[in-house]
């Protein structure tokens, strides 16, 4: 927000600008509360029903937008066999983007996964450079190069990856569910029941 202000980049002046602005971040909080919730729900349930609501829910509120404020843009589309193309490949991305991103809650947290989504946006300055022959506004290196120190110091300090400790689960993450990337603990001596 902060480097399109400065070089004033945005293509189109916006109406109320700080409105534009706060609503981005108030999404963004959202996102964030959201993939809270969806790590607090993955150590305690099966990830099959996770994301099984996952996908189900969003079919539910993603359908009734798309009816709502988007019958005039599917109506007037030039539907092709690329455009069809486009959205199988979009939607099957999504697919593996959401199927995988449990294990990720399971194995780290949240906070990992919400900054490591901050540098997704690496890639697509790649392509934008090498395909469009954008230039970069000299913040981006900055913001990427804090980005990664905040991943080094968040994780990678803390060492435990594929072992993340959730406080809600218990000393031993007894309460947790067990499965791929859970971070259940085996009990060292167990008790033998007599």
């Known amino acids: 927000m902060v480097s399109d202000h400065i070089s004033g980049a945005n293509q189109f002046p916006a109406e109320n600008q700080v409105k534009g602005d706060l609503f981005a971040l108030l999404g963004a909080t959202f996102y964030g509360f959201s993939n809270v ?3 607090f729900l993955v150590s305690k349930r099966p990830m099959y029903e996770v994301v099984g609501m996952l996908a189900f829910c969003g079919m539910l509120i993603n359908g009734t937008q798309a ?3 988007d019958r005039k843009s599917f109506r007037d589309a030039a539907w092709s066999g690329a455009v069809i193309g486009y959205i199988v490949g979009f939607d ?3 697919f593996i ?6 294990l990720v809650f399971r194995m780290g947290s949240a906070a990992f996964f919400n900054i490591s989504l901050l540098t997704s946006n690496f890639w697509g300055t790649v392509v934008g450079i090498q395909v469009f022959h954008l230039e970069v506004h000299w913040l981006y290196p900055v913001a990427f190069c804090l980005i990664m120190v905040g991943l080094f110091v968040y994780f990678i300090i803390d060492n435990s990856w594929g072992d993340a400790k959730k406080p809600w689960l218990g000393e031993n993450q007894e309460r947790g569910v067990d499965g791929v990337g859970t971070a259940r603990r085996r009990l ?3 008790e033998v029941v007599v």
């Open 67 to 69: 009816g709502i404020f």
């Open 188 to 190: 060292e001596h167990p």
């Open 97 to 102: 983007f959401y199927s995988m991103a449990p």
């Open 37 to 39: 919730l969806q790590e």
């Open 92 to 94: 099957l991305l999504l």
